[in-house]
Structure formats: C-alpha cells, structure tokens
C-alpha cells in the first residue's frame, strides 16, 4: 500500500482548494448584475406589439430621449409619433421598467455565497482562560444556492413579462387617446360649422319676426335650435380638452411641450380587412399573459419541489470551531479543533403546513392559467367581432350615409337658387349634413379603436385591462338632427 508523502498530500489540498476557488468564481459570474436590467429582453418582447411603431425604450441618456422628443414634436404629433414620445417620455412607463433592476438585484443577490458568521467567547474559569472561536456557515444556503438562483431567475423572466405587458398597455393606450382626441377635434370643428348655421338662421328669423313676416313662435323654435347649438358645441370643445389632455399626460408632456399640434383627422379606413380564421390559436400562441401564467405555474411547480426537498432541513448549518486554554498558574496552553453540525428536530414542526401551502399555490397558479387561456380565446373572438362591424359600419357612413347627404345638399342648395325651396329648409339641412359627418367621424374613430384592441387582443395582453380611450362628445345621428 502506498502511503502518501507529505508534499503529495499538500499537492492534493492545494488542488481541493482551487476546485473550490473556481467554483466560487463560477458562482460569483452567474450572479453579476445585467448591464441594462433586461430592458434589451423586454424590447425584443414588445417587438411587432405596439403596432406599426419600432418601439424604443427610454434611454439611459435622458438628454438623448428629451431631444428626440422635442424633434417629434416639431410636426404635427400623429398615432406613430404620439405612442414613440410616450415610450421615452412617459414616467410610469420608467418606474415600470425601474422593477427591472430591483428583480435584477434580486436575482444577482440569490447567487451570490451567503456570509459567514464569526462567533468569539472569552471563558475564565480559577486560573483558566478559554479562548472560543467558531465560523458558522449555512449549510442549507450553500447546498440549495444553484436552486435558489434558478428561481430568482425565473422570477426575473417574469418581470420581464410584466414590463413587457406593460409596454403594450401604454402603447395601446397612447394610440387610443390619440384617435380619441382627433375624432373630438374633428367633432368640435364640425359643431362649430353647425353653431355658425344657427346663428345665421336665428338673425334671420329676428329680422324676419321685426318685419311682421314670421311668428313669433317661429323665432321662438329658431332660437332654440341655436341654444341647443351652442349646447352641443360646448361638450364638443370640453370633449376636445379631455381627450388632448389625456393623450398629454401618457406622453409625459408639460409645459411649452403641452402646447403640440395634432393631426388635422383620423387616417382614411382601410380599402379592405384581412379575414383571420385562427385568431384564438394566435392568441393563445402569442399573447404575453398567457405566456407569463404558464410560466408562473412551472415556476410555483418547481419551487414546491423546492419546499418538500428542504421542509426539515432548512436551519442546518456548519461550524469550524477552535478552543485556546491558557493556563496562568502553570503558563502552559492548549488548543482545541473541531466541527460543530446544527440542525433542527422535526418535533412540532414536520413542514405539513408548508407544503399544504404549496400545493394550495400550486392548484391556484393552474386555476390561473386555465383561466387566462378561456379568456384570450374569448376575447380575441369579441375583439374581431368588434372590428369586423366597427369597419362595415364606417364603411356603410362613408360610402352610403355621407354622399346620400351631400346629394341631399347639392340639390337643396338647387331648389333654393331656383326659388323651390326657403333660406330655413336649406339650413336645416345643411345642419343635417353636418350631424351626418359627425356621425361617420364616430364610425372612423370606433374603427380604429377596434382594431387597436384587435392587435392587443391577439399578440399583446388583456383589452380589459387597457382603459378605454372613447369620449362621449356632443351630436346625434344626422336623421335625428334633421327634425331641425
């Protein structure tokens, strides 16, 4: 039997202690900090979900972002350009992505080695001196830290979910508030148009009335339409405000920035829509909730794993212990060496209630997912139904309602230079024509919040959990507004 020399056993501690070294370090570089927290994952998530925007996340130079802004707002702020200033303007959407780096230090945290504990105890007993030092180590935390920082980690992907989640809310809600806002501009003009009718028919009822030509009870009906006017186009211009306002507040813009200019109306419809016969496969294949339910539940799956494997073990730790006695009356000294195991008695405590708890988290996540996937199929089949009539109706006002009324118009204003018809039937119905406009701009407008929902529905997250952009403004449909 060979016995091993002195310098090979010092050969083979040296090498245990560099197996150790380069473990340790493995262990530190898989719990160094992402350079961006994972705001370059969120972006490759959102990509192909904020419409036709490349979306851009806030830079970490602000001064970059306030430029690019400040550029955008130069023209006339269209859906594009609206939902790019509030990707880089936008503070919640900031504080939003700030969770990154709190998930981020987590993660790092979760795989980094657990410190000691350095313990000292000075004992004096006759002529006695003991010296006692001991250095603790979590043996438990030492053993489960690879799990414990694939766990974080996995909780890490889940927060990039969520802000990705996050990103297409704000987006989505952006392009709402905007065609919200240029549809209440659109009214507002319009109402103006019908307000300046008014006035012109209750002058002329007043001079009319002086000369004895008219009733009083005529002037009377006049009078009133032109208040009802006035009326209409007050909520209009309050409609207006609002929505401006609310599409300012998601571009995170104040003071001289508040004063941008919008776009003059809503983009044209579409010639066509695309039919889609797959639409609940895509959303279940494609939606960021359902992504982030199912992962939730994998990772509550493995983490009751987790809870059953360290149930009875979770406090045991390990000590190097040494003991010096120092004698004073003889001057001698003595030293002791040894290893000291703690751990717990499974005497109350057995861990039934933790893992009851676990497994009650568990059923609750898969309860989630199930519930997540019923309602993307659901709702992206109500989000296509919405679109599909949203764009027959727009397309019924524009090509059937609005040039019925312009004819309508035209051979008014005919009859009346040929003397067939009066000065009132021809604001009547030029207030009509009016209404009717105002009509297919609601019909655009629901159009394009439909179809913002559609492609939320389908590839983003939840509608529901998006807050309606619609301002209810002033003005009827144009049959009602022709009793007039």
Not at 292 to 300: D, G, L, N
Not at 354 to 365: F, G, H, I, K
Not at 378 to 390: P, V, W
Request: contains cysteine; glycine residues 8%.
């Amino acid at each position: 039997m060979n016995i091993p020399t002195s310098q090979q056993r010092a050969a083979r501690r040296a090498t245990r202690l560099t197996a150790a070294a380069l473990a340790v370090a493995m262990l530190g570089g898989c719990a160094a900090l992402s350079p961006d927290s994972g705001t370059a994952d969120v972006q490759a998530l959102v990509a192909g979900r904020t419409g036709a925007v490349d979306a851009r996340l806030p830079a970490q130079d602000a001064a970059t972002a306030a430029a690019t802004v400040g550029k955008l707002l130069e023209s006339p702020v269209d859906a594009e350009a609206a939902v790019r200033i509030a990707l880089l303007n936008n503070a919640g959407l900031r504080g939003s992505l700030a969770t990154l780096g709190v998930s981020d230090a987590l993660r790092a945290q979760a795989g980094t080695l657990p410190n000691p504990h350095f313990s000292i105890a000075r004992l004096r007993m006759g002529d006695e001196v003991e010296i006692e030092r001991m250095l603790t180590f979590n043996l438990v935390g030492l053993l489960t830290l690879p799990w414990k920082y694939q766990w974080q980690t996995q909780q890490h992907e889940l927060a990039k979910l969520q802000a990705a989640q996050d990103v297409i809310r704000l987006a989505a809600n952006t392009r709402k508030a905007w065609i919200t806002a240029v549809a209440a501009q659109q009214t507002a003009a319009y109402m103006r148009d019908v307000k300046e009718a008014a006035e012109a028919g209750g002058e002329l009822a007043r001079r009319m009335a002086r000369v004895g030509n008219w009733s009083r009870l005529r002037q009377a009906r006049e009078q009133l339409t032109l208040n009802d006017a006035t009326a209409q186009l007050a909520r209009a211009e309050q409609a207006a405000f609002s929505a401006r306002e609310r599409l300012t507040r998601l571009m995170g813009l104040w003071g001289a920035q508040a004063d941008f200019r919008l776009a003059d109306r809503l983009p044209d419809l579409p010639k066509d829509v695309t039919p889609m016969t797959d639409i609940e496969a895509r959303a279940l294949r494609e939606r960021l909730d359902v992504r982030s339910a199912m992962a939730q539940s994998r990772y509550v799956a493995e983490q009751m794993g987790f809870t059953r494997v360290t149930g009875y073990v979770d406090g045991m730790s390990i000590g190097l212990i040494r003991n010096s006695v120092f004698d004073n009356d003889t001057g001698t000294k003595a030293s002791n060496r040894g290893v000291e195991l703690e751990l717990p008695l499974p005497i109350f405590d057995w861990g039934g209630a933790r893992n009851a708890r676990s497994r009650a988290v568990y059923l609750q996540s898969v309860s989630q997912v199930q519930e997540t996937a019923v309602n993307a199929r659901s709702e992206a089949r109500e989000a296509y139904f919405a679109y599909r009539t949203a764009y027959d109706l727009a397309r019924h006002y524009r090509d059937e309602v609005v040039p019925l009324r312009k004819f309508i118009g035209e051979e008014m204003l005919l009859r009346y230079n040929g003397m067939l018809a009066s000065t009132w039937d021809l604001l009547a119905d030029s207030r009509a024509q009016v209404m009717a406009v105002n009509s297919a701009i609601e019909a655009q407008r629901d159009f394009w919040l439909a179809e913002t929902d559609l492609q939320t529905a389908l590839t983003g997250t939840s509608p529901g959990a998006i807050a309606g952009a619609t301002v209810s403004v002033g003005g009827g449909g144009g049959d009602a507004a022709a009793g007039h």
